[in-house]
């Protein structure tokens, strides 16, 4: 990986806006006609300018393009050379064939990433973070079960569709849809009368063949809204309707709101049936209006069946965390006083908690670090605290990721990079099953060295791509951060190794990915075609897919070849870590953290090694020294270890060696 990203280094964000064909907008609405089209098929070659049914629309290639055969290949919807011409017939077609899934071939062996050269910053301490506000106890559904409340057609609407109407989801036909193409299209259910929302069954359309993002809404009055379900997933295997349960919720409003799916932006449901307790609504507890506050969650009552129930409380890192009184413009708090106040940081806007550490009038959002200054962050709290109930942030929730890499960045004196987000590296960390194997310290340990060596290649979250290769820094504009082997993989080179044209190959993303045979196979691996090797700026479009691309190299990637080591040119001197990967096995950084070897060279040592190997694996090495102190504390790089955050204390914390020198 390369190593420019760090601490220190002033960078300049440059956020490349992409237009690439899963994100080209919104299909048109109007009918054309279809007939004598035969339905998209990847084993088919399509000549200039051919025309296909596909999804119950007309697509057409442009003018001076083919296609030829390939499987999987890409379905005209997700590929930018084909253009949707309106639906077919005004919306009546035939179930289309679904698209094979990818069979993600073996991932080759990189070679070493050169390290870009940058200064090492001098680390602050740790601030102490003091303990958040207790948990809202959340209500359980009340004896008897619940029934099904959804709504008739009439009083479903949608914030656009193309022709598939809103009504079609309650038609109790899982041959019919709703769709929407876009990030944040909404399709919302009025149940007529505020009840205790228990549970929501949903069928997607082409369930079978990709799974589908979302965030499910419920609202007292039809303009505050409160997530029960936050960057939910479906299962991807099936076009039954699924059940996601939630904590009880009162509300009469009822919304899904899509994110698109794991093939295009397209949300497309076939059916939604809203579930609730049966003995209807609770009177919700009256929101204080104190200053600045958000609208509070409604706690509710629970009715009485043959008894009246005790609540259950969310247990740590679930929903539903309480907000404090609203921070109040011009009021002097006293020392220790908690408020709650809405702040934006880059890309999230988010309510928090908030303690005074002197007393004062200052604002939160403009005085507080993670532990430090007029005001302490003590945890994201409302609607802004996302679900958890499953997965990976059962391990490592949202509160955690702030202390690792908080928006306001105490250490490295910076802020977060916008495109990092709990949210989305918590889709990505589920989609890709991430930190499953063991028991529950070694999961914690492989979350730890996760972010341990992420801490050294963004410093600190501060950078999602290589600072050497940005204006104002020596690698811009040159030749050296195209990062170019003029590999054929994935076809003619993108790239050029004697002039700055062409494709850029520079580090991007957590993992600070580099070198143009690493995104050919990081993006045959993950999406089985060559979408993050002719758009490298994908990552920054696309933060899930940023993430998943980190995932894979932990997963997968069983380190440098280390020819440095075996070839050395005449005259050259042998890097002086050669001697010391002798004895280690050639494995992924995953494996390196869930399996143990007779040689004793295991644990966090063989992460290092999976990363940068003979480059950092020798006595003294910073870039060890500083992912060692991320890890497991020991001075360097911060006090707030990876270890210590996820509280794994004692003998959980020993695991083969930390060093790989």
């Known amino acids: 990986m390369a190593a420019g990203s760090l601490p220190g280094i002033v960078r300049v964000l440059v956020v490349a806006v992409l237009a690439i064909g899963a994100f080209a907008g919104a299909a048109p609405a109007l009918a054309v006609d279809c007939s004598g089209l035969s339905e998209w098929s990847c084993s088919t070659s399509y000549g200039l300018g051919a025309s296909v049914r596909y999804n119950g629309s007309k697509y057409t290639l442009c003018a001076a393009c083919s296609r030829a055969a390939s499987c999987p290949g890409f379905a005209p919807d997700a590929d930018n050379w084909w253009t949707n011409n309106g639906t077919c017939d005004g919306g009546t077609s035939p179930t289309p064939t679904p698209t094979p899934t990818p069979t993600n071939p073996p991932s080759a062996t990189p070679t070493p990433t050169p390290t870009s050269p940058g200064p090492t910053a001098t680390p602050s301490p740790t601030p102490t973070i003091g303990p958040g506000p207790t948990a809202t106890p959340t209500p359980t559904t009340p004896p008897g079960g619940d029934v099904e409340v959804t709504p008739g057609s009439g009083s479903v609407t949608a914030s656009t569709n193309d022709g598939n109407v809103p009504g079609n989801t309650v038609d109790n036909s899982l041959s019919t849809r709703w769709s929407a193409n876009g ?59 699924e059940s996601f349960d939630f904590a009880d919720t009162s509300g009469r409003w009822v919304r899904y709101l899509g994110h698109g799916n794991t093939v295009n932006a397209w949300n497309s449901i076939l059916e939604l049936d809203v579930h609730a307790t049966s003995g209807g609504g609770p009177t919700p507890t009256p929101t204080p209006t104190t200053g600045t506050q958000p609208t509070a969650t409604p706690t509710p009552t629970p009715t ?20 404090a009184a609203g921070w109040s413009s011009g009021t002097s708090y006293a020392q220790g006083a908690i408020v709650s106040r809405q702040c934006t940081e880059g890309r999230e806007t988010m309510w928090r908690n908030y303690r005074s550490n002197f007393g004062g009038s200052s604002d ?27 997965g990976t942030c059962l391990l490592f929730n949202q509160d955690h990721f702030d202390r690792t890499w908080p928006l306001k960045n105490y250490w490295a004196v910076g802020k977060r990079a916008d495109t990092y987000t709990w949210k989305e590296f918590r889709m990505a960390a589920d989609q890709d099953a991430m930190f499953t ?114 995932n894979w190299y932990w997963k997968t990637q069983i380190g440098p070849t280390y020819p440095e080591c075996t070839s050395v040119p005449p005259g050259h001197p042998v890097p002086q870590g050669c001697p010391n990967l002798v004895d280690w096995p050639r494995e992924s950084a995953r494996d390196a953290m869930t399996t143990t070897d007779a040689s004793g060279n295991y644990g966090f040592g063989g992460t290092i090694r999976a990363i940068n190997g003979a480059l950092e694996c020798h006595s003294g090495n910073t870039g060890q020294t500083n992912r060692i102190a991320f890890y497991a504390g020991g001075g360097g790089a911060r006090q707030a270890n990876m270890l210590d955050i996820l509280g794994v204390t004692g003998s959980a914390r020993v695991y083969g060696r930390d060093t790989c020198d």
């Open 183 to 241: 990030d944040g299209h909404w399709i919302k259910y009025d149940l007529g009368t505020s009840r205790t929302i228990t549970r929501v069954r949903i069928g997607f359309y082409s369930g079978n063949t990709r799974q589908s993002r979302f965030d499910l809404q419920v609202s007292a009055d039809n303009t505050t809204w409160t997530n029960v379900l936050t960057g939910a997933m479906s299962g991807g295997t099936t076009t039954q309707q």
């Open 304 to 323: 009485p069946a043959t008894a009246t129930p005790t609540p259950t409380p969310t247990p740590t890192g679930g929903p539903g965390r309480a907000c």
């Open 364 to 390: 939160p959002c403009s005085d507080s670090w993670l532990g430090g200054t007029g005001w302490s962050q003590q945890g994201t709290c409302g609607s802004s605290f996302y679900n958890c109930t499953s």
């Open 437 to 550: 194997t063991g028991d529950t310290n070694m999961r914690k340990r492989e979350v730890a060295a996760y972010f341990a060596n992420k801490d050294q290649e963004t410093g600190i979250g501060q950078y999602d791509r290589e600072i050497y290769c940005q204006p104002g820094n020596p690698g811009f504009g040159t030749v050296n951060c195209n990062y170019c082997s003029a590999n054929t993989e994935c076809g003619t080179p993108k790239c050029s190794t004697t002039s700055t044209s062409g494709n850029k190959y520079f580090g991007r993303g957590p993992v600070q990915l580099s070198w143009d045979y690493n995104y050919c196979r990081a993006s045959k691996a993950i999406w089985g075609d060559n979408r993050l090797y002719d758009t490298p700026d994908l990552m920054f479009s696309d933060p899930v897919a940023m993430w998943r691309v980190a």
